[in-house]
């Protein structure tokens, strides 16, 4: 009896929070600036438009997701061998911060699907019951897939035309990628969640955003604070990590497949837990029954 009780409660909250969610309505004059209630909305309205979309055109985004954000990689590589001469290395790497975030916005203002800004945005209509945890899982292994191979494929590309247009040597990517794989594997999988984290509060940051400027002031200021402190990101990572194993005989397949596999964690964590389910949760408990 208090079983059925407790669903009977669970159903009539779950009930409660769509009706104030469905009526968070945004301001038609746009000066004000949105509530956590419309953001929430935005974000589960555009989670759910990516689930509904065919599985060949998520493969197709997320693969173009791959091959832009590769562009990042492409100045970070061309920044180091030019500034080396001039900074130390410490230095160097601090200064590419500044680059870093070129692919993050060619992506994500271009409309690709990037696992790690997506992450916490695909969560939410789960935890609103309006999807399912197995199209969640599914929907994200075809993201994963994308991004990945059309990593690999820009990486295969910048490490030959790199050193043959002479902007970078196979020393520069070789240092980038072993600056990714030089820490324990509980380091990288807490610097994972911590990018992870900080890439679910750039897509809820950019939805609460009104104008296209603050949209990339926002993705420029979260992406160049991940470069600037080294964080993990899975996708870049993959291209940074990938292009140094095939350069250099210090990183191994297996190191390669290991830190990718920890860092996709670590952001699939950061964005889940404290994004989509912090911020979801904090709109349930405001919720109040009659």
């Given at each position: 009896?208090?079983?059925?009780?407790?669903?009977?409660?669970?159903?009539?909250?779950?009930?409660?929070?769509?009706?104030?969610?469905?009526?968070?309505?945004?301001?038609?004059?746009?000066?004000k600036?949105?509530?956590?209630?419309?953001?929430?909305?935005?974000?589960?309205?555009?989670?759910?438009?990516?689930?509904?979309?065919?599985?060949?055109?998520?493969?197709?985004?997320?693969?173009?997701?791959?091959?832009?954000?590769?562009?990042?990689?492409?100045?970070?590589?061309?920044?180091?061998?030019?500034?080396?001469?001039?900074?130390?290395?410490?230095?160097?790497?601090?200064?590419?911060?500044?680059?870093?975030?070129?692919?993050?916005?060619?992506?994500?203002?271009?409309?690709?699907?990037?696992?790690?800004?997506?992450?916490?945005?695909?969560?939410?209509?789960?935890?609103?019951?309006?999807?399912?945890?197995?199209?969640?899982?599914?929907?994200?292994?075809?993201?994963?897939?994308?991004?990945?191979?059309?990593?690999?494929?820009?990486?295969?590309?910048?490490?030959?035309?790199?050193?043959?247009?002479?902007?970078?040597?196979?020393?520069?990517?070789?240092?980038?990628?072993?600056?990714?794989?030089?820490?324990?594997?509980?380091?990288?999988?807490?610097?994972?969640?911590l990018?992870?984290?900080?890439?679910?509060?750039?897509?809820?940051?950019?939805?609460?955003?009104?104008?296209?400027?603050?949209?990339?002031?926002?993705?420029?200021?979260?992406?160049?604070?991940?470069?600037?402190?080294?964080?993990?990101?899975?996708?870049?990572?993959?291209?940074?990590?990938?292009?140094?194993?095939?350069?250099?005989p210090?990183?191994?397949?297996?190191?390669?497949?290991?830190?990718?596999?920890?860092?996709?964690?670590?952001?699939?964590?950061?964005?889940?837990?404290?994004?989509?389910?912090?911020?979801?949760?904090?709109?349930?408990?405001?919720?109040?029954?009659?």
């Amino acid at each position: 009896m208090n079983k059925n009780n407790e669903k009977e409660e669970k159903k009539k909250k779950q009930e409660k929070v769509d009706q104030e969610i469905d009526g968070s309505d945004q301001q038609q004059d746009g000066t004000k600036t949105k509530s956590h209630g419309e953001i929430l909305k935005q974000q589960i309205i555009e989670g759910c438009e990516t689930y509904d979309r065919s599985w060949s055109s998520i493969l197709l985004s997320s693969f173009t997701a791959g091959l832009e954000i590769g562009f990042s990689f492409l100045m970070l590589a061309t920044l180091h061998h030019f500034a080396s001469g001039y900074f130390a290395e410490e230095v160097v790497f601090k200064l590419m911060a500044f680059v870093y975030p070129l692919g993050f916005i060619l992506v994500i203002m271009g409309q690709s699907i990037l696992f790690t800004e997506q992450t916490s945005l695909l969560t939410l209509p789960v935890l609103s019951n309006k999807r399912s945890l197995g199209s969640l899982f599914r929907i994200w292994g075809l993201v994963i897939l994308g991004n990945l191979v059309g990593g690999l494929l820009i990486a295969l590309t910048l490490v030959w035309v790199g050193p043959k247009l002479e902007i970078f040597t196979e020393l520069d990517i070789e240092k980038i990628g072993l600056h990714m794989v030089e820490y324990e594997v509980f380091t990288i999988l807490v610097s994972a969640i911590l990018a992870g984290w900080l890439m679910g509060l750039l897509s809820w940051l950019v939805t609460s955003s009104k104008e296209t400027v603050g949209e990339i002031i926002v993705i420029y200021l979260i992406t160049a604070l991940m470069g600037f402190t080294g964080l993990h990101h899975s996708i870049i990572g993959n291209i940074e990590i990938f292009s140094a194993m095939l350069v250099s005989p210090e990183i191994t397949i297996l190191e390669y497949i290991q830190t990718l596999v920890v860092i996709l964690a670590g952001n699939a964590i950061g964005a889940v837990f404290f994004v989509a389910l912090l911020k979801y949760r904090a709109f349930v408990f405001n919720v109040k029954m009659p």
